[in-house]
Nanobody
């Protein structure tokens, strides 16, 4: 079983930066994928970024060049550095884990709110 706890959300002005953290408890291997999703009010949840191993990263087009996902395997923690934030980045950000070979993310955190003021 895996438990995920996000932190780092908050209120920031457009153009500012935030760093989200997600600490995982339980057994996680480097082959498992850790990712960030977000859900804006009235919209479907969407993938923001995910990372597998040390260099296998993927980003939504809307955040490429502004967000960076990274992972500390010793701490079982994944980070999302968000720069040049826009109003449209507002939403609840969720951390998730997909086991190696899985086609879906099976473990989810409770979410952390990110609000970008224009």
């Amino acid at each position: 079983q895996v438990q995920l706890v996000e932190s780092g959300g908050g209120l920031v002005q457009a153009g500012g930066s935030l760093r989200l953290s997600c600490a995982a408890s339980g057994s996680i291997s480097s082959a498992d994928t850790m990712g960030w999703y977000r859900q804006a009010p009235g919209k479907q949840r969407e993938l923001v970024a995910h990372i597998t191993g040390f260099w296998g990263t993927n980003y939504a087009d809307s955040v490429k060049g502004r967000f960076t996902i990274s992972r500390d395997y010793a701490k079982n923690t994944v980070y999302l550095q968000m720069n040049s934030l826009k109003f449209d980045d507002t939403g609840v950000y969720y951390c998730a884990v997909a086991r190696r070979g899985a086609t879906t993310f099976d473990y989810w955190g409770q979410g952390t709110q990110v609000t970008v003021s224009s």
